[in-house]
């Protein structure tokens, strides 16, 4: 079982950058593909970005490519999602998944964290 625990949002505005982390209990980390997915108030949750396990393939959303970048740092059991250029529709909560192979679906990732809010002003 993986634990996932969320942190690194915040307020900044339009054009920023804020980094997400997302910190993962469990010695199997390494054998999982990662994602981060975000919810608007009133929308579904989405697909923004997946990464491997080895870290070798990623995928975004076509609008967020080229502003966030996804990483991991398996020795630290870390993802991360870098962000720039931050625009207000960006404003989400966002959470980080773990799932048992690289997929974009929702509903494929097994566990979930808690969520993180971020918040893009104009």
């Known amino acids: 079982q993986v634990q996932l625990v969320e942190s ?3 307020l900044v505005q339009a054009g920023g950058s804020l980094r ?11 054998s999982y593909a990662m994602g981060w997915f975000r919810q608007a108030p009133g929308k579904e949750r989405e697909f923004v970005a997946a990464i491997s396990w080895s870290g070798g393939s990623t995928f975004y959303v076509d609008s967020v490519k080229g ?7 398996n020795a630290k059991n870390t993802v991360y999602l870098q ?5 207000p ?20 990732y097994d566990y979930w964290g808690q ?6 002003s104009s």
């Not at 502003?67 to 740092?73: E, K, L, V």
């Open 8 to 10: 690194g949002g915040g």
């Open 20 to 30: 997400l982390s997302c910190a993962a209990s469990g010695r199997t980390f390494s």
């Open 67 to 73: 502003r966030f970048t996804i990483s991991r740092d």
């Open 83 to 87: 962000m720039h250029s931050l625009k």
């Open 89 to 108: 529709e960006d404003t989400a909560v966002y959470y980080c998944a773990a799932a048992a192979r690289f997929t974009v679906g929702v509903d494929e």
């Open 115 to 120: 969520g993180t809010q971020v918040t893009v």
